[in-house]
């Protein structure tokens, strides 16, 4: 069973560009997730999709940040214009429906300067 | 609000040896879920042991096992007979029962020593 797949593994940008990432979550997982890790932090989840609709997007700061999940399968999570704290990984997670176990990409690490 | 501590930034053990790795949390509720998630380097989170908030019994996974204290809101977890292969970042993580957000700790590094 293939995983999370999640590109590109490695982004530079800098500051007041724009940035998008892309997850494609396991094959018929209807719940996604996308993550922010700060150096040093564990993950704090920015949205949860539960297929093509969000279920939690309370600590997605939107008026940078914005996610889709169109046909309930892939996802893109986009931020413009960047800002300096926005250097993280980002992590993917996918599972089966809510509540059951999550499993995780190789994120994304985003350099802003 | 529910908050997940790791007070170990860093914890070194010999291999074939024992480690302990703690964590607290917050919570003013009865029902929910721990988790143990380990980093690796390659950044991808794998999933380690989980535990049921109603469980009393610990729960173990091999080399893995934890030991929780619900009335302490402590949830440690212990690696015995560490390989070199467990070097990694630790995380802790909380779930409420009626939620599906994961609550993540600021992580332990865990050294392997050969």
């Known amino acids: 069973e293939a995983g999370v797949a999640q590109s590109p593994r490695y982004k530079i940008i800098e500051k007041r560009q724009s940035v998008a990432f892309w997850c494609n979550p396991i094959s018929g997982h209807a719940t996604l997730y996308w993550y922010q890790q700060i150096l040093g932090q564990g993950p704090k989840l920015l949205i949860q999709?539960?297929?093509?609709?969000?279920?939690?997007d309370s600590q997605l700061p939107k008026d940078r940040f914005s996610a889709e999940r169109l046909k309930g399968v892939d996802s893109t999570l986009k931020i413009q214009p960047a800002k300096l704290e926005d250097s993280a990984v980002y992590l993917c997670a996918s599972s089966l429906a809510m509540g059951f176990e999550q499993y995780f990409g190789p994120g994304t690490r985003l350099t802003v300067t | 609000a529910q908050t997940v501590t790791q007070s170990q930034p860093e914890m070194s053990v010999q291999e074939a040896e024992t480690v302990t790795l703690s964590c607290t949390y917050d919570t003013s509720e009865s029902d929910y879920y721990l988790f143990w998630y380990k980093q690796p380097p390659s950044r991808q989170m794998i999933l380690v042991i989980r535990q049921e908030a109603y469980k009393q019994q610990n729960a173990t996974e091999n080399r893995f096992s934890v030991n929780f204290q619900k009335a302490a809101k402590s949830f440690s977890l212990k690696i015995s007979d560490s390989q070199l292969g467990d070097a990694a970042m630790y995380f802790c993580a909380y779930r409420m029962d009626s939620s599906y957000k994961l609550i993540f700790g600021s992580g332990t590094r865990l050294l392997v020593r050969p």
């Open positions: 999709f539960q297929n093509n609709g969000v279920v939690d």
